[in-house]
Structure formats: C-alpha cells, structure tokens
C-alpha cells in the first residue's frame, strides 16, 4: 500500500498490522506469491527482497507497475511491457 507522502507499507496478516518498509513509490504492486514492486518518482524499478529486508534495483525505467500472472511495466511513453526477470 501506498501512502501520502510516497511511503510503502506490507500487511502482516497474522496481526492485522501495517509494517512501513524503507524507500518511497509513486506506484506499488503485490503478487499473489507475495513479492512487492514498486517505481519511483525516477522512474527506477525496485522489488522487494524479503532475505536481506530491502529492494534490489531492477534493469528498466516505469511509471506504473501491475502484477498478472506477470510483471507489467507501463512507460512514460504508454506502452505496456511484459517483464520476464523473476
């Protein structure tokens, strides 16, 4: 989830609690697998790295991020890509 102010927060469903994760999104997603992504005001993509508790930078610039069986990355230009790094 995404709040004001371009701060990420994961749902702990075992407690129902809000945990802020470090970084700030223009965009977020969550996979059905529990991986988070998410782009920046730069337009950098990032995804979550739950072992080491930060983001590791992913190749690529977007400015929306949708997750659909896939990764999809919307561009400053509107196209539509199909990412196929995980």
């Not at 004001?4 to 470090?22: A, C, E, H, V």
Request: hydrophobic share 45%.
């Amino acid at each position: 989830m995404l709040h004001i102010g371009q701060s990420i927060y994961q749902r702990n469903y075992d407690d129902n609690t809000w945990t802020k994760l470090p970084g700030a999104a223009v965009w977020a997603a969550a996979g059905i697998d529990y991986s988070i992504w998410c782009c920046n005001a730069a337009q950098e993509i990032f995804r979550w790295n739950a072992t080491k508790s930060g983001w590791d930078k992913m190749p690529g610039a977007c400015v929306q991020v949708y997750i659909f069986f896939f990764v999809w990355f919307t561009c400053s230009c509107t196209f539509l890509f199909l990412s196929l790094l995980d």
